[in-house]
């Protein structure tokens, strides 16, 4: 096997949640458990703002805040020795306020 190979089997292996749809509203927040991976890439920060987040004790979390309508793709775990997760976020308009 070659060496690029094996790499592809790797990463591949690893991956979790491939393509998994992600909802996030317009202004607000969403958590996602990204367990013990690290470091995250989007497509499109103009969409989203991403950020990491460690939790006291626990695991990791990918926190997703809405910036404008539209989608991008995000891959958490950017280091290929540990399990990565990739998300299709759609930001979508805001839920109306109740008065």
């Given at each position: 096997?070659?060496?690029?190979?094996?790499?592809?089997?790797?990463?591949?292996?690893?991956?979790?949640?491939?393509?998994?749809?992600?909802?996030?509203?317009?202004?607000?927040?969403?958590?996602?458990d990204v367990g013990y991976a690290i470091g995250?890439?989007?497509?499109?920060?103009?969409?989203?703002?991403?950020?990491?987040?460690?939790?006291?004790?626990?695991?990791?979390?990918f926190a997703l805040t809405g910036v404008k309508?539209?989608?991008?793709?995000?891959?958490?775990?950017?280091?290929?020795?540990?399990?990565s997760y990739l998300f299709e976020i759609h930001?979508?308009?805001?839920?109306?306020?109740?008065?």
């Amino acid at each position: 096997m070659t060496r690029a190979f094996l790499a592809l089997a790797l990463v591949s292996s690893t991956a979790h949640a491939d393509g998994t749809r992600i909802e996030v509203p317009v202004g607000e927040t969403v958590e996602l458990d990204v367990g013990y991976a690290i470091g995250s890439l989007c497509d499109d920060t103009s969409v989203v703002t991403p950020e990491m987040r460690e939790r006291v004790g626990k695991t990791n979390v990918f926190a997703l805040t809405g910036v404008k309508l539209g989608t991008t793709l995000c891959r958490v775990g950017t280091d290929v020795t540990r399990s990565s997760y990739l998300f299709e976020i759609h930001v979508v308009p805001a839920k109306p306020k109740k008065h």
